[in-house]
């Protein structure tokens, strides 16, 4: 099976890549805008005898693809403000680049990462399979950008239903190898252990369901495993966790010491969130199911980082 992964640098592309490494003898093609990094990564992981490493320029050129990956977009909340409305574009150059290679190849499957952030709204419930997306058309604001660039990309995946596309929304997720600059809560959180610093934090006992690499791979696994379908999925695990107990444990592992302050600063590229985590198990549908807890994803990963 051969496979090409757009957006090969991005930190969850490269978990699956390794995870890949692993667990099968896939053949890939990775595109990436940065050919350099992504040789320098190859490089010092040992795989460079294992992936073929390609500019954008040279995708499709008579080159057979049975799955196409498409990570590429921006996942640190922060960087995703001050992109601001170019973040239509660069979703939308390399979506278009790949369907119009299933146009051609329609055999080949398509797996896009959408975003959690589609369905819009508040958040103050968790999303299920009857949650309808909300959009303050009226009144839209940056922080909007994001949310309605993944939107407008699954609804064109889904105008197209004779071709094998799955949008898998990525609500939360967490890997040792995550860059520790990011500014999400857990890297916030993560920075204060390594520092000895205190965490501060709000009062708001948000959730969350953070999906870690292992079971990332058995999901997108699923999807590759699964017939031709055209259909969004959303991420999830055994179970969320509220930010309180996550807090209350990374306190009893890994001595974090954190303190309430409600003006404790908070970046998030689409807007506040409660509960930010969703209960539509649809994936299992075409066989996925998770290992872990959110909890349990999480501590794994801090085991694996130096600490």
């Not at 693809?65 to 574009?89: C, E, R």
């Amino acid at each position: 099976m051969k496979i090409a992964i757009l957006g090969a640098t991005s930190q969850i592309a490269q978990d699956l890549i390794l995870s890949f490494s692993k667990n099968q003898d896939y053949i890939f093609s990775l595109f990436s805008r940065n050919v350099e990094l992504l040789e320098k990564w190859i490089n010092s992981e040992n795989l460079s005898d294992k992936y073929q490493i390609q500019e954008y320029s040279e995708f499709g050129d008579n080159q057979k693809y049975d799955v196409i990956i498409n990570f590429v977009g921006v996942g640190d909340p922060a960087k995703a403000q001050k992109m601001g409305s170019d973040i239509f574009k660069i979703t939308e150059q390399y979506d278009d680049m790949s369907l119009d290679y299933l146009k051609k190849y329609n055999k080949t499957k398509y797996i896009f990462l959408s975003s959690g952030a589609v369905y819009g709204g508040n958040y103050q419930e968790p999303i299920d399979k009857d949650t309808v997306a909300t959009i303050d058309i009226n009144n839209l604001k940056p922080t909007d950008w994001y949310t309605l660039a993944k939107l407008y990309a699954e609804a064109k995946h889904g105008s197209l239903p004779n071709l094998s596309i799955v949008n898998v929304r990525v609500f939360n997720y967490f890997s040792h190898t995550q860059d520790m600059n990011a500014r999400f809560l857990i890297t916030d959180i993560l920075r204060a252990i390594k520092n000895k610093e205190i965490f501060k934090t709000s009062a708001d006992n948000i959730v969350r369901d953070f999906i870690t690499p292992p079971d990332f791979y058995n999901l997108v696994q699923a999807i590759i495993d699964f017939k031709h379908t055209n259909i969004a999925l959303d991420c999830y695990t055994k179970s969320p966790v509220l930010k309180f107990d996550l807090l209350s444990k990374l306190e009893d592992k890994f001595a974090l010491k954190y303190t309430v302050d409600p003006l404790a600063d908070i970046i998030n590229s689409t807007g506040i969130k409660a509960n930010y985590y969703s209960t539509n198990a649809i994936a299992g549908d075409i066989g996925y199911v998770p290992k872990f807890t959110s909890l349990e994803g999480i501590v794994q990963e801090f085991y694996l980082l130096d600490l």
